[in-house]
């Protein structure tokens, strides 16, 4: 079956650290790869995407992402975390080709922020 | 360009009431979808539309239903609500193909059953 696992629940890190959050999928074809984030109370922004390619993406707000075929992963990273980060983070696949109506979200990774 | 347009943002239900929650795209997208979202488990496709007429299910469509009568509007019904279906639910929309196409996401509307 299909399906993506988000393994940290809960991340705190430092303002100005590095972050990494960990995505794995599972997933019988080549897969179309996402980041989203939701910041309280509001919908889901898309961060980066993965098709085909570079396997190291770009993304907005300083977030890059690499997949990882052998490993099935896709993590997420920033070299430096700022407060404004602070949000819920949503790893999620999508069947190659197309069809963005029917994604596999992960359960999603909370990340605080310290002074 | 308003977007992905969800009405209204919160509600409060009694059991077995009935309600439709609304969700309204103005880019043109084929795609439409539904999600909801609970604490620890993500988002979960309910129902999802390809294009003006043509819906289908998703992961967890039990006691809802949908309709597709123009492309803009994909609105949500729950026939008789149950506290179980107390969540926040999100509308996406996206076009129906191409590298590179992704989903839009509103801003969601929160349900509480009671």
């Known amino acids: 079956a299909q399906s993506v696992t988000q393994p940290d629940i809960h991340i705190t890190v430092s303002e100005g650290a590095s972050l990494e959050l960990r995505c794995n999928y599972s997933?019988?074809?080549?897969?179309?790869l996402f980041w989203y984030v939701q910041s309280p109370g509001q919908g889901l922004q898309l961060l980066l995407k993965y098709f085909s390619g570079d396997t190291l993406v770009q993304g907005i707000k300083g977030f890059e992402a690499e997949f990882k075929r052998s490993q099935s992963s896709f993590n997420l990273r920033k070299p430096s975390v700022h407060w404004s980060d602070a949000a819920e983070y949503f790893c999620a696949v999508g069947p190659y080709g197309g069809a963005t109506n029917k994604l596999i979200f992960g359960t999603g990774t909370l990340l605080a922020v310290q002074p | 360009n308003a977007g992905v347009t969800q009405t209204p943002k919160f509600q409060v239900l009694k059991t077995g009431q009935s309600m439709t929650l609304q969700c309204a795209q103005d880019m043109n997208h084929e795609y439409m979808s539904w999600y909801r979202q609970d604490p620890g488990m993500g988002l979960r496709l309910i129902h999802y539309?390809?294009?003006?007429?043509?819906?289908d299910q998703g992961e967890v469509p039990n006691g809802y239903n949908v309709s597709r009568s123009t492309t803009e509007d994909f609105p949500l019904r729950l026939l008789s609500a149950a506290p179980s279906q107390t969540s926040v639910y999100f509308c996406?929309?996206?076009?129906?193909?191409?590298?590179?196409?992704?989903?839009?996401f509103g801003q969601g509307t929160r349900l509480t059953v009671v």
């Open positions: 997933y019988g074809a080549t897969p179309y």
């Open positions: 996406a929309s996206s076009y129906d193909r191409g590298v590179g196409t992704e989903a839009f």
């Open positions: 539309s390809v294009g003006a007429g043509i819906t």
